[in-house]
Nanobody, 126 residues
Framework: QVQLVESGGGLVQAGGSLRLSCAASARTFSNYAMAWFQQAPGKERDIVAAISWNGGSTYYGDSVKGRFTISRDNRKNTVYLEMNSLKPGDTAVYYC???????????????????WGQGTQVTVSS
C-alpha cells in the first residue's frame, strides 16, 4: 500500500507560479512512475504530467507544455510539479498518482495508476 499526500496548492493570480509536492510513503518509491492529474468541476480527470521511476522519461499534456515541469527526488520519496505562467483554465483539483512500473513508457490514463492522493486545490484568478 502506498500513501500519497499532496501539498502546495492555493490561490494565485494569473501569470503567477505554484509548486506542488507529493510525498509518498512507499519504501520502494523508485519502483513507481508518478503523475499529476487535474480535475475541474464537471470535467474528467486529465493527465497533466508524468515521470518515469528514474526521471528518464517525462510526459506533458498539451495545455501545460512549456509552463509546467515535473520532477522527482527518490531520496526524499517526493514528486514535484512546478507550475509557471498560470492561467484561469488551470484551476482544478490536482491529484498525485503512482503506477508500479519500471518502464520508460508512461501511462496517461487514470486507470493505469494504482494509488492516488487526496488532491490539492489550485485556483487561478484573472
Amino acid at each position: 500500500q502506498v500513501q500519497l499526500v499532496e501539498s502546495g496548492g492555493g490561490l494565485v493570480q494569473a501569470g503567477g507560479s505554484l509548486r506542488l509536492s507529493c510525498a509518498a510513503s512507499a519504501r520502494t518509491f523508485s519502483n513507481y512512475a508518478m503523475a499529476w492529474f487535474q480535475q475541474a468541476p464537471g470535467k474528467e480527470r486529465d493527465i497533466v504530467a508524468a515521470i518515469s521511476w528514474n526521471g528518464g522519461s517525462t510526459y506533458y499534456g498539451d495545455s501545460v507544455k512549456g509552463r509546467f515541469t515535473i520532477s522527482r527526488d527518490n531520496r526524499k520519496n517526493t514528486v514535484y510539479l512546478e507550475m509557471n505562467s498560470l492561467k484561469p483554465g488551470d484551476t482544478a483539483v490536482y491529484y498525485c498518482a503512482a503506477d508500479r512500473s519500471l518502464s520508460q513508457i508512461l501511462t496517461t490514463s487514470p486507470g493505469g495508476y494504482d494509488y492516488w492522493g487526496q488532491g490539492t486545490q489550485v485556483t487561478v484568478s484573472s
